[in-house]
């Protein structure tokens, strides 16, 4: 596998070696022992999720404080902008956005770490996105700042307006959110 880090400390590409033949393709998706070997970070893995978007579906930017969720994504089925941000107030990248396409056919992964939004759309007709954490889902910790914040202004690669659920629409902007230290 191959690390590559981004320009915001901490969050980094990850892309696994992928062989192919004439029958399709075989990758190992994860690999704790060689995840921390070749990343560093040692974590442990709360839960798993996986979401189905139609093309056009934006969802984000979340995060959860306290007890904040490390990320790692990956797009099991069509195409995604996947869309990191930092949210940690006393880091020079405050408010600062990494985004970048995952899919199906890229095998690329991305780590989020503890103190970032995490958020994206879909590209594609369809796209399945799966994602390890390192904490639980806790309801009452359950944040987001909004997609389309100035302050942030994330290049999202859409060209009609998103489709949002409630929570993402109302979402605060980067100013009012309760972000980290």
């Avoid at 070997?37 to 984000?60: I, K, M, P």
């Avoid at 990956?74 to 195409?79: D, L, Q, S």
């Avoid at 941000?85 to 990494?98: E, M, N, T």
């Amino acid at each position: 596998m191959r690390v590559t880090e981004t320009e915001l400390e901490g969050v980094l590409l990850i892309e696994p070696d992928v062989f192919t033949d004439d029958r399709g393709s075989f990758f190992e998706s994860f690999n704790d022992e060689r995840f921390r070997a070749e990343t560093g970070v040692e974590r442990s893995w709360a839960q798993d999720n996986q979401s189905r978007s139609r093309r056009g579906v934006l969802r984000g930017l979340h995060f959860q404080n306290p007890t904040p969720q490390g990320k790692l994504v990956r797009c099991v089925a069509g195409e995604i902008w996947d869309v990191a941000v930092d949210l940690r107030r006393s880091s020079p990248a405050f408010g600062i956005w990494f985004g970048l396409e995952l899919s199906s056919e890229n095998y690329k992964q991305l780590w989020i770490p503890e103190g970032f939004a995490h958020g994206f759309v879909t590209l594609s007709h369809r796209a399945d996105v799966a994602y390890k954490t390192t904490a639980p889902y806790l309801p009452e910790g359950d944040r987001a700042v909004r997609w389309d914040d100035p302050e942030i202004a994330i290049e999202w690669p859409i060209e009609e307006p998103p489709i949002l659920s409630q929570k993402d629409r109302d979402a605060p902007l980067l100013a009012d959110s309760v972000t980290f230290e």
